[in-house]
């Protein structure tokens, strides 16, 4: 299959080798997406047309039991890392606090402070899984753009792109994502809207943890996520090409 994938839901269903540049990262190899629980048949056909064999999935256990995988013959594997930012707005807002831009900015920066701090084994289960195996392979959560957001960093890190493709291909969930038809309860729209959209300032606090924590990058995969340079480069013998 050649050419831009027509796939509209899941509309934040992408191929991680779009927008990378300095390295070139195998086409229709790894994909990135959100969930994959409410596909029609043209979807889940074009999707079964790329060769899928392998599902990573970050969302948690209700997540997951509520909206099963619909694609067929894929492994299906559970990198399970529960959605605390919905949990902790819900309280908030259960608490009569009535929040804005800021304070959900904030609490989405502690979340993705927590994916470095909180959820290492996670990832570093997913980089063992592609390091298993080139098969094509589709990582995701529910809406495809923080613990998802996350993982496509780190591999897009390991496999040699620039921090500026990394914030690229960050950055296009924010044009491809259909957010909820239903407004998140207790939040005024403009509000929701930071929710349901990704931010540079979100990523940079996950690498400003990692920075604090191990000093740079590079040491976070080699020593807290299991990818030192022998890893790094079976990855790119599996997922890049020349």
């Excluded at 839901?9 to 990378?20: G, H, T, Y």
């Excluded at 929710?195 to 996950?206: D, S």
């Amino acid at each position: 299959m050649s050419g831009p994938l027509q796939i509209s839901n899941p509309s934040n269903f992408r191929d991680l080798a779009e927008n990378v540049r300095t390295v070139r990262v195998r086409p229709r190899t790894l994909f990135r997406s959100d969930h994959l629980g409410a596909l029609d048949a043209h979807d889940a056909a074009q999707i079964q047309a790329l060769g899928l064999r392998r599902v990573l999935d970050f969302r948690g256990v209700h997540e997951r039991t509520s909206a099963a995988c619909c694609v067929p013959g894929v492994d299906v594997h559970s990198l399970a890392i529960e959605p605390t930012i919905v949990q902790v707005l819900a309280q908030l807002v259960q608490a009569g606090r009535r929040l804005d831009e800021a304070d959900v900015v904030h609490h989405m920066q502690d979340t993705y402070r927590g994916f470095v701090r909180g959820s290492a084994r996670r990832f570093a289960e997913f980089f063992e899984l592609l390091l298993a195996s080139d098969e094509p392979t589709v990582f995701h959560c529910t809406a495809g753009k923080d613990r998802t957001g996350m993982a496509a960093a780190l591999v897009l890190h390991a496999l040699g792109a620039t921090r500026e493709e990394i914030l690229r291909d960050y950055l296009l969930t924010n044009d491809r994502l259909k957010p909820p038809t239903i407004a998140w309860k207790g939040l005024e729209p403009h509000v929701a809207r930071v929710l349901w959209g990704v931010q540079p300032a979100f990523l940079q606090a996950a690498f400003d943890a990692v920075e604090h924590d191990w000093g740079d990058v590079d040491t976070f995969l080699a020593r807290a996520l299991g990818v030192g340079d022998a890893q790094r480069a079976r990855l790119r013998t599996l997922y890049t090409v020349g």
